[in-house]
């Protein structure tokens, strides 16, 4: 079956760099382009950006464009997201998600990401 | 981007339907059918409902169905069920090619 599963929880200090992996089985991986979004606790959802697996097309919410980067590895069927600069704000669970019709069909667990001093 | 407007919370009693509305502008909801749906349950990851305004993946019950009139993109919960407590998102494809969702609504089931 389809099939997302994401790195662990990570805690970072502010100003440091995170690094958030989703390793995707059960599909072909360059059919589907895959979405990053991001849950603030007790907050609603917000979407990052999405990236086309071929072609390394990447899209990113205005609010993260110059500190995020989102890139694949075909070899490892492997996502990741990268975000820079980081501050309490940015303690959040992140999550991948498959895109089908425009929409996020299949989600990854989550990873926590903790930003504290 | 601001997010969709959705309102904080909806209630009803086991058996009756709700409707839950999300309201954007004609830069996404009301410009495109790309308007979808997900649920998410306390402490878990969100799960697909709805997508293309009113298309059900496989799998998802019938009591779950979506429309759209103008800017404002609805779902509605018929036979509402024990379970059905939880937050339910929308979001939509917008004319700036991203995504953005709405502010989430909390289903109450009395």
């Not at chain 1, 502010?14 to 995707?24: F, H, I, N, Q, R």
């Not at chain 1, 899209?59 to 069927?77: C, E, L, P, V």
């Not at chain 1, 069909?105 to 990401?113: C, F, I, L, N, Y």
Request: hydrophobic share 30%; charged share 15%; aromatic share 10%.
């Amino acid at each position: 079956q389809v099939q997302l599963v994401q790195s662990g929880a990570e805690v970072k200090e502010p100003g440091a760099s995170v690094t958030v992996s989703c390793k995707a089985s059960g599909y072909s991986f360059t059919s589907h382009y895959m979405h990053w979004v991001r849950q603030a606790p007790g907050q609603g959802l917000e979407w990052l950006g999405i990236l086309r697996p071929w072609g390394d097309r990447t899209i990113y919410a205005q609010k993260f464009r110059g500190r995020i980067t989102m890139s694949r590895d075909t070899a490892t069927s492997t996502h990741y997201m990268q975000l820079n600069s980081l501050t309490a704000e940015d303690t959040a669970v992140y999550y991948c998600a498959r895109d089908q019709s425009w929409a996020s069909d299949v989600w990854g667990q989550g990873t926590m990401v903790t930003v504290s001093s | 981007q601001s997010a969709l407007t959705q309102p904080a919370s909806v209630s009803g009693s086991p058996g009756q339907s709700i409707t839950i509305s999300c309201t954007g502008s004609s830069s996404d909801v009301g410009g495109y059918n790309h308007v979808s749906w997900y649920q998410q349950h306390s402490g878990k990851a969100p799960q697909f409902l709805i997508y293309d305004v009113s298309n059900r993946p496989s799998g998802v019950s019938d009591r779950f169905s979506g429309s759209k009139s103008g800017n404002t993109a609805s779902l509605t919960i018929s036979g509402l069920q024990a379970d059905d407590e939880a937050d339910y998102y929308c979001s939509s494809y917008t004319r700036s090619d991203t995504w953005v969702f709405g502010g989430g609504t909390k289903v109450t089931v009395l």
